[in-house]
């Protein structure tokens, strides 16, 4: 069977544009990009593994795979840790944005969502700026970011 | 921090009742319990980690996370293989059900929710038997599940 996300291994890497006008950089795990979603509903963090042309998680080798299972449950703990909630959420989702990335989302049963996904719930709210700094300083620091 | 998803790792796995009652068995994979959703409008299972207490990816260790994302990987292949479907959704959720459980889910440009999520887009439709047996047969033959 043909498939439509066989990755393409030549070429280098870049994040997808609409990801990267909808995100904050936080920094660079051993295989993902760390980007905080500029959405203050929710604490918001996607994983972008910098692996020039895969969709699917099948696209990455077993290796990477692994590597991206640890990064995700790194970027979970450091969220629970840091906000108290209740739940993480991972979506490896994709169905408009092809490139492949990972949303880590914490969860309380007090958020505007709860208990329905975050997607489409409603309208993103921009971060002001010393807040999302402050989240993002938090973040660097618990995961060894610089 | 107390954690509120600590897992307790005496006593046996069960299925987590609301899973059973909404989803049809197909089989085990070493790490995980793969269910079939009773839901016609998309092809859609479920991995569930035969580890009593885990809530979250972080209540697994190293080892199981990443046979978790290894059968998880099997799954989305052969779930894209069998239905040549455009785009596989992996999450993990469990605002409603707590005991860990990830979905993998076949999505076509032009199924009823698309580009949307599947969760809560619209009722579940049951399969009728014949449809589902095929399906589920096909399933246990890619994956080894006799």
């Not at 439509?4 to 870049?14: D, E, K, L, Q």
């Not at 203050?40 to 996607?46: K, M, V």
């Not at 629970?80 to 994709?94: P, Q």
Request: proline fraction near 8%; glycine fraction near 6%; hydrophobic fraction near 45%.
């Amino acid at each position: 069977m043909n498939s439509t996300s066989a990755p393409a291994p030549c070429g280098a890497w870049t994040l997808d544009p609409q990801l990267e006008r909808d995100t904050l950089a936080v920094g660079d795990l051993p295989l993902s990009r760390v980007l905080l979603m500029n959405d203050a509903n929710f604490p918001w963090l996607l994983a972008v593994p910098r692996h020039a042309g895969a969709v699917e998680t099948f696209d990455l080798d077993d290796g990477q795979r692994a590597q991206l299972m640890r990064e995700l449950a790194l970027l979970a703990r450091l969220l629970k840790d840091l906000t108290g909630c209740h739940k993480i959420n991972i979506a490896a989702i994709g169905n408009v944005v092809a490139q492949l990335h990972v949303h880590v989302i914490a969860r309380r049963r007090d958020d505007p969502a709860w208990p329905r996904p975050v997607w489409g719930a409603l309208p993103a709210r921009p971060y002001d700026g010393a807040e999302c700094q402050r989240l993002i300083q938090a973040i660097r620091k618990k995961a060894d970011l610089g």
